[in-house]
């Protein structure tokens, strides 16, 4: 299946006349790319952002990686559930862009962090929420990651990528 082009906010944006960067220009010919998108009131993404960091290190020279900031899957304000952070429904692109740059502070997240536009593309899209994980290969899905039994676990993507690092 085609991966779904839009249109993205790199955190470094200014929310009044924000940077987009197209989601298809991050795909390399031959490179894979993971799409790793979530937000920072999921208690799953909290979980194992750590060992999203170790996934990076480990593959950043063969393989692009971004975090993709999407609606926050619990905000405080909507549906606040058994949340230990605090961070409201986005209202505007500076709200979205001040949550992710929190999220990268807080879990101390080493990967590259874009932002989903307030049209939601990304998310109508790709239909990432809570949160999910897509490997791109020359413009093509080729593993969705999602939840298993209420949690994620990590070794369908490590599989894939290690697949992938030796073609």
Not at 42 to 51: D, E, G, M, N, Q
Not at 52 to 67: A, E, G, H, P, S
Request: charged share 20%; aromatic share 8%.
């Amino acid at each position: 299946m085609q991966a779904p082009d839009c249109s993205l906010v790199p955190l470094e944006s200014s929310a009044t006349s924000p940077t987009l960067v197209s989601l298809r220009s991050l795909c390399q010919p031959g490179r894979p790319l993971v799409l790793l998108c979530g937000s920072y009131t999921c208690p799953l993404f909290r979980y194992i952002s750590h060992v999203l960091n170790d996934i990076y290190k480990r593959y950043k020279t063969q393989i692009d990686f971004y975090m993709i900031q999407i609606r926050e899957a619990h905000a405080s304000d909507v549906w606040p559930i058994g949340n230990v952070v605090s961070v409201k429904e986005h209202r505007t692109l500076s709200d979205r862009l001040v949550a992710a740059n929190v999220m990268v502070k807080e879990t101390q997240l080493e990967i590259p962090v874009l932002a989903d536009t307030m049209d939601d593309a990304f998310l109508k899209l790709y239909a990432p929420w809570p949160f999910r994980f897509f490997v791109i290969v020359d413009g093509t899905l080729k593993l969705v990651g999602v939840p298993k039994e209420a949690r994620y676990d990590t070794t369908d993507l490590v599989e894939c990528l290690d697949s992938l690092k030796k073609n």
